[in-house]
């Protein structure tokens, strides 16, 4: 690209967070569909570990076992034998990034070291969660475990404590988030299923080829969650594959439908398709009579080599590099400031590059910006209060699950109710004043630009999608 292009391709970059349909773009609520059975996963699994600790008498310790238990919020829709592994690598990060946020502080190395090491740690958790397709509140989660840990630790003897709250966290969360294969195993792949079924259903002859592919590419996802399904850990299990037969006769159906012509009235097989949609998502229904059951199945790729195809991505190492150092620049501009969190910094930054292209990062980057305003104002009031532990116990579950029922709507909602929750989170068993509230927005800014920047700095030529816009 020469360098007069890559100057305009810049300038319409730098441009964009400007832009009012950027704004108006972060003000969209998308519909989200089984939002509760998640939301419910992560409130039961931060109830557990903050009511354990306050009857333990360690309300601090309550807090940091808390950040680990958010590790339920990883890997939505999942088969249950893939998720297992996922949360097993999340909540190594989480006691890898608590870990070493601890030992740093309790061994006085200089903040700016801290962010370094810390944003450096961020980056590696984007690739290897990317290259795993973990998905849930990525390396942002990582570092407010760092920093939790760093604030915790005044001395060497605080760094095992800090494991053991994290890893007790991470553990209740993995139960309570497998814990529903005993009762539902083939969920995801029912739910999976009826999304494709959902996304062939809602096709007109006239939707162009984008809607399409992401049908055929729905129905390949669900194929793969059924054969994924199906796997055990013991001997084969005839029930599962029976239901697996159905739920590939749907698929065939689906697909028979998908590849009709325009011009062909498919309108009584959509039809028969929406009512099975119907029975899916119903838990109690355990079997979905199709009338035909089908052995098509989808090769599911073992965790190794899923493993082993996306650390080779050179756009997942280049998203972990722009990661590293708009994190690093952030919580370092945050320092010179005087700022007194700094990592809060690298948050924000952590959270636009999170972004899957350029124009979703810019919106994320509004978004959390008003949502911490907001938040921060809730904040305010409540740190006002001086609640106890319990009535904070009491609000953090609350806040935690309403971000998680938001989170799959818009963003900045999510972030109203974090920012509340992470802030008396981390008053557990201390004084947190009303002002920490505001810092955090402070904090917040200097992450949101400083991501935004790096993010256009860095943009690729290939990501165009920032150039659709009006400003």
Known sequence: MTNSL???HLGVALAHPLSGSAWRNSMIIR??????APALKVAVAATIVLVAGGLLGDQRLAGIAALGALSSAFG?????RRLAQQLGVVAAALLTAAGVGALLA???????LQIGLLSMMAGAASHLFTALRITGPGPVILVFAASAGAGFATSFTAVPQVLAAVGLGAGVGWLVSVAPVLVVPMGPARLASARAITAVVRLNGDDGETPRRAASAAIRNAREAIA???????SPDRGLAAQAAQLNGLLDEAQAVLDMAADVDSSEARERLARHEVALRKIRSTTVSTGTGSTTSAPAESFLAVARAGIASRSSVHQALRMTAASALSGWVAVALGLAHPLWASMGAVAVLQGLNYRMGVQRGIQRLLGNVIGALVAVGILSLSLGFWPSVALVVVLQTLAELLVLKNYALTTIAVTPMALIMTGLGSHLGPEAAMMRVADTLVGVVIGVLVAALSISHADKAHLKQTI
């Open 6 to 8: 890559r100057i305009r």
């Open 31 to 36: 519909p989200a569909d089984a939002i509760f």
């Open 76 to 80: 939505r829709y999942q088969p249950y």
């Open 106 to 112: 309790a061994a006085g190395a200089p903040l700016w």
């Open 228 to 234: 994924l399904s199906t796997q055990r850990w013991h």
